[in-house]
Structure formats: structure tokens, C-alpha cells
């Protein structure tokens, strides 16, 4: 039987381990969270570890490797320094204020000094808290393993994202569609603060608060908004230009979060909260990944439309503290010209055009409409047109289309439009920008059963091709290959 840990008392861990704990967010006050320790998970192991990115936090190497790391990073025990919180939030979920939120299975564990700059360590999946909403504020192993390589998988991109250090697991019992067993997953980020941080305090009146919010973001990630003659409104403008430029890069990549809430925006334009994500395969323009979102209103190709939506949230949230309405309606504008100018140049890089010629648009915009109307899988399209040159390297990426007619119409107005580009100057863009593996459903499928079964091989090695997804990696095209049938039967949902 699997002992009842839930009110075990936690204790720190040997002093031994030192980090320098800043602690930033608690400095805000007792309005913005509320004190508590993670639930001990029962009996933990380690599923994943991110070996790279502790390297870069300024981790020691083998503290990721011991007891005291996997009792800490589990929720077991306290981290000397540490302050264990979960904030609270509103938002607007699917289009529809929902009131109150927050960290319902999620805790801020403080802020560490690193070689990155001030990094937050939030443990996921730690137990439930004020704002669980009769949950029980546990994660399961199958959506911890799909954040944990996604969100590495996007590092890897070069996408803007929260980061994942590890994965532990247990086989303590979690009840969801079916019984599943809980996991915690410890990710990182300069801030976890989210758009629905401002919604709150700006629907329940508190101005004061509002304000204290506004004044820490702008200190601590934009600095350059406080010599502004209005630096809310510079503020928001920030906001949106840096949540263009992530969407644009989603876009690019066939990528689609699935439930873009105001509650999953972060105020600092990272890619946070994977639930019921996905990557392309067969290119559709209104492909729906969370089969929870029955109106389909965060399809693919609404992202760029829905990001900007989320916008206006925010902007109605600062309203308080900016003078005048016209002043965040010109901040919100541009979001409207970031975005496509940040498409169409990471566009751009993928077909390999070092510089960008009026007609650049129309070549974008007929790959899109020939890869939508042929159903081609996205991700090989691109990487196979990394060796298309105006004389040569057709047929690859020929087969790919059983519309020959047009697939040759467009060929040809790409061969004419990359004829005086040089070769070497083309290939090089595109293997830059093309990546060969993405975080596939199937892949993840796979590495979840057998995690199941404890075996984690197939986590690490996706993991390293994750971190690295441009690289050719010889001995895994099975990777890098077409999905197999069964994949288009694989659902996600706001549960994953």
C-alpha cells in the first residue's frame, strides 16, 4: 500500500547546497499569494532530468543526481531559502471572464541568482492550494513528461518559453479521465507572472495592488517603459510586441498551445503552460489540437487573432493606471504590425531569402495555400526543401504532393525567386530555421508508455534530439519520420 505522505511535515535539506535566494515576488505582499508548503509526493523517482539546463542555472552536477535533490524537487523536503508560495490570478478562459484563478497545483518555490540572470523555480504538481477549485493539485505523469520535453523542445527552437529542470515521479494514485499515476514537474522562468495577474486586481478594484504589479514588471524586465512619458501604456506596448513576436515564431514552426487563455499568457511573451499543445503534421490552417475546445476557437490559424485578443484584456486591465483610452488603444497597434513583419521574416529565413523583395508575400502566401490543399506533413516539407536549389533537389520534396500540377506551378515561382541567391548563403539560412525534429504527439506518446513502465530511455533520448532539433543526429530517422497511422487517434485535452 502506498503510505499517506499528504501531512507529512517537510524538512530542509542538508545546508550544504547553497543558493542565493532573492525572492523578488514575495516582496509585493500577502495580496498577491499565499504561504504554503508542496504535499510530499509518496516514494519519488526521477523520470527526466535537464542536465544541460542545470549547467546553465549554475547548478553543481552531481546535486541534480542526488537524494536530497529528488527529495527537494519532489516536494519532500524545504530548499534552504526558500519561500514556498502559490499566487493567485483571474482570467478569461475560452472568451469568458471566469473570476478568480491562481497556482492551483503549482507553487513558486523563490527566485536563485544564476548565470542566466534571476531565475523562478516553480514545482508543478505539488499538491493543492487555496486556488485549486476542488482539485487536487496534482499533475500526472503523462502531461509532466509532454511539458517537460516540449518546453525544452521550444529552448531548442529558439522560441521564447518557461524551461523544465526535471521530472520526478511516483506511483501514488491520481484519478482523472482513468487512474493515473502523480508527478512533479520543477520549471523555471525569469517570472511566472501572467496576464491574469493584472486581470485580478484590476476587475476586483484594487488599484493600489494594480499599480504595485505594474511598477515591479517594469522595474525588473522593462526598464526602458519608466522613461516613458506614460509607462503603462510603454508597458503594454512591450507586452504585445513581445507576444507578436511568439506567436509569430509559433506560427512558423506549426506550432498550436491549444487553450490560449489570459491565465496562460505570460507578461513576458514566453510560451508557458502545456497542456493540449501540438506540432503540425499534415499542414491545416484550422487544425483544432484540445479536443476540449469544441467551438475551435484556439485553432492554428486563430492564434495570431486570439494572442491579440488577449491584448485587449490586458489593456482593459491597465486602463486604471493609463490616462486616457486612446493611449491604450495606441499601444495595442503594435501588435498588428510586429506580427506580420516577424512571420514574414521568419518565413522568409525557411525558404532560405537572405533579403526580403516585394514579392516575397505572395511566395509565402501560395507555400502556405499548396502545403494546406496537398495536406503535407509541415515539418518534413521544410526540411527536405533545405536541399531544393533552383537546379536541382525537386524531386524530394515532389513527392511529398499529389497535386503534381500544382506543386510544379509553385516550384517554379520559387526556383525563379532563389535563382541569384547564392547556395551556400541558402542552405545555410534554412538548417538554421527548418528544424529536423519537433516534439511530435506520437513521439511523446511513446516515451509516456514506456515511462509507464519505467523505463525513461526513450525521455532522455528525446530530450537530447529536443535540445539540439537541427542538428542531422544520424541513427534517429525513426525521429525525425513520418507519424504512423495511429497518430491521428491520439486526443489532448485541457486534462493533458
Not at 487555496?130 to 527552437?157: K, N, Q, T, W
Not at 503535407?376 to 533552383?390: E, G, K, N, P, Q
Request: glycine share 8%.
Amino acid at each position: 500500500m502506498i503510505p499517506a505522505l499528504d501531512n507529512a511535515p517537510a524538512s530542509p535539506i542538508p545546508a550544504g547546497h547553497s543558493l542565493k535566494w532573492t525572492n523578488g515576488f514575495t516582496r509585493l505582499g500577502p495580496d498577491f499569494y499565499t504561504e504554503l508548503e508542496a504535499r510530499p509526493l509518496a516514494s519519488p523517482y526521477w523520470v527526466g532530468r535537464n542536465r544541460a539546463l542545470a549547467r546553465e542555472l549554475g547548478l553543481q552536477e552531481h546535486w541534480l543526481e542526488s537524494a536530497e535533490a529528488l527529495a527537494a524537487l519532489s516536494g519532500n523536503q524545504l530548499l534552504p531559502g526558500s519561500k514556498p508560495l502559490a499566487s493567485v490570478y483571474s482570467g478569461h478562459q475560452f472568451g469568458v471572464w471566469a473570476g478568480q484563478l491562481g497556482d492551483g497545483r503549482a507553487l513558486l518555490l523563490g527566485e536563485i541568482e544564476t548565470p542566466l540572470g534571476p531565475q523562478e523555480i516553480q514545482l508543478k504538481g505539488s499538491g493543492s492550494t487555496p486556488y485549486s477549485r476542488m482539485g487536487d493539485g496534482r499533475a500526472v505523469l503523462r502531461s509532466s513528461i509532454r511539458e517537460f520535453l516540449c518546453s525544452e523542445a521550444m529552448h531548442g527552437l529558439g522560441i521564447p518559453t518557461t524551461r523544465a529542470l526535471c521530472v520526478t515521479g511516483s506511483d501514488a494514485p491520481v484519478r482523472r479521465e482513468e487512474i493515473e499515476t502523480a508527478a512533479v514537474v520543477t520549471r523555471t522562468a525569469p517570472s511566472f507572472i501572467r496576464f491574469g495577474h493584472f486581470e485580478h486586481f484590476s476587475y476586483s478594484n484594487q488599484h493600489v495592488q494594480l499599480k504595485a504589479l505594474a511598477d515591479y514588471v517594469i522595474d525588473r524586465f522593462y526598464p526602458a517603459c519608466r522613461d516613458a512619458r506614460q509607462p503603462y501604456a510603454a508597458l503594454l506596448e512591450a507586452v504585445s510586441e513581445r507576444t507578436a513576436r511568439m506567436v509569430a515564431a509559433w506560427q512558423a514552426v506549426g506550432f498550436c498551445h491549444g487553450v490560449m487563455n489570459t491565465d496562460n499568457m505570460s507578461i513576458l511573451g514566453l510560451t508557458i503552460d502545456y497542456g493540449p499543445f501540438q506540432f503540425l503534421d499534415a499542414f491545416d490552417p484550422g487544425h483544432i489540437c484540445n479536443h476540449s475546445d469544441h467551438q475551435g476557437r484556439y485553432a492554428y490559424n486563430k492564434q495570431p487573432n486570439m494572442a491579440n485578443w488577449n491584448q485587449f484584456c490586458i489593456g482593459q486591465a491597465l486602463l486604471p493606471l493609463i490616462e486616457e483610452q486612446d493611449q491604450a488603444l495606441a499601444a495595442l497597434e503594435s501588435y498588428k504590425t510586429v506580427f506580420p513583419k516577424a512571420l514574414h521574416a521568419r518565413m522568409g529565413s525557411k525558404l532560405g531569402l537572405p533579403d526580403e523583395q516585394p514579392e516575397d508575400q505572395e511566395l509565402i502566401d501560395n507555400t502556405f495555400r499548396l502545403l494546406a490543399s496537398n495536406k503535407v506533413d509541415y515539418t518534413i516539407f521544410w526540411r527536405r526543401l533545405c536541399s531544393f536549389t533552383a537546379q536541382s533537389g525537386h524531386e524530394a520534396v515532389r513527392e511529398l504532393f499529389f497535386d503534381g500540377e500544382s506543386f510544379n506551378a509553385w516550384a517554379l515561382q520559387y526556383s525563379e525567386r532563389i535563382a541569384t541567391v547564392d547556395i551556400g548563403l541558402q542552405a545555410n539560412l534554412m538548417l538554421k530555421n527548418n528544424p529536423r525534429f519537433v516534439f511530435r504527439n506520437h513521439l511523446g506518446e511513446e516515451s509516456i508508455r514506456a515511462a509507464k513502465l519505467k523505463d525513461f530511455s526513450k525521455v532522455d533520448t528525446l530530450l537530447q534530439l529536443l535540445q539540439s532539433p537541427f542538428e542531422e543526429h544520424p541513427g534517429h530517422d525513426s525521429f525525425a519520420a513520418f507519424p504512423p497511422a495511429w497518430a491521428a487517434s491520439i486526443e489532448i485535452s485541457c486534462s493533458s
